[in-house]
């Protein structure tokens, strides 16, 4: 499954009414597309998947592929905690065109590993494309350990996993356990150029909405050597990768968008949106901008 280095976990963009904007999301997504997005995530956490209905992701699944048109791949977040509901969603997914499904660790009910591992081999029968596994212990309130990973890294089309355990050790251990054709990628911002440097293939990123272009720069510079422009260039980002997390995702990188003119509109509840004039985002934002040069 090749994603490039940067997935962005795109925003559900919203009405005043409350109803996707697909008007509005295809204007990101070309932006998205335009900006260093490798790879486009639909209805993940970050698109405020719980919020949406079956027939709300199976819409946006078929309107996202409509739009990028095979010009980067489009992986469908069709996870869920109910197994026959995953592989129902799944099933249109694939029917629909996606290029793979992105499979977050079962939440809410807590499964074992056993049954982590019985839930993803399940879905992975059912379907041809290629999947990439979703670990957040943060949401799911379980953790799926490297040993599961790399287990369940067997089955012909478990392809990869976002790990957003914060865990520099596990994804270590994930990348020495697995073969070099299984892809690894950071669920946090922060940990890009920690992840890259212990051999990790990219992030799937909330802040790539925002700057994007910039992200792709520092990679290409660890990739080519320059390692000490790409550490620069990582404590310049930083503060903005914790900013985009100041509140529950995705309020603060709506807020952002909205404010750069891409226009997200707000969240659904029962997440509520920033003021106007977030000060403690805005300050970031703004010394960031003072510090654009590091990437010139």
Known sequence: MELGRIGTAMV???????????DLTEQLIEHLISTGTDSLIVCGTTGESPTLNHQEKFDLFRYAI???????????????????ETVKLTKQAEELGADGIMLVT?????????GIITHFTHIASATALPILLYNIPGRAAVNMEAATVIELSKIKNIRGV????????????II??????????SGDDALTLPLLAIGGDGVISV?????????QQMIKAFNSGDTLSAAKM???????????????????????????????????????????????????????????????
């Open 176 to 185: 020495s356990g697995t073969d070099n054709s299984f892809k690894v990628y």
């Open 234 to 296: 990582h404590r310049t980002l930083l503060p903005l990768f914790h900013a985009v997390f100041s509140a529950p995702n995705p309020v603060p990188v709506k807020y952002a968008l909205n404010k750069m003119g891409i226009e997200t509109g707000g969240v659904r509840m029962p997440l509520t949106s920033y003021g106007e004039g977030s000060a403690s985002f805005d300050d970031v934002w703004n010394e960031f901008k003072k510090n654009e040069h590091v990437f010139r």
């Open 207 to 215: 802040a790539s909405h925002i700057v994007g272009t910039e992200m």
């Open 12 to 22: 559900t963009p919203f009405s005043h009414t409350g109803d996707i904007d697909f």
């Open 162 to 173: 976002k790990e957003a355990s914060g865990s520099l050790d596990q994804m270590s251990a």
């Open 66 to 84: 409509e739009i990028v048109r095979k010009r980067i791949p489009v992986i469908a977040g069709t996870g869920t905690f109910n197994t026959a």
């Open 106 to 114: 079962p939440y809410y009910n807590k499964p074992d590993q056993k």
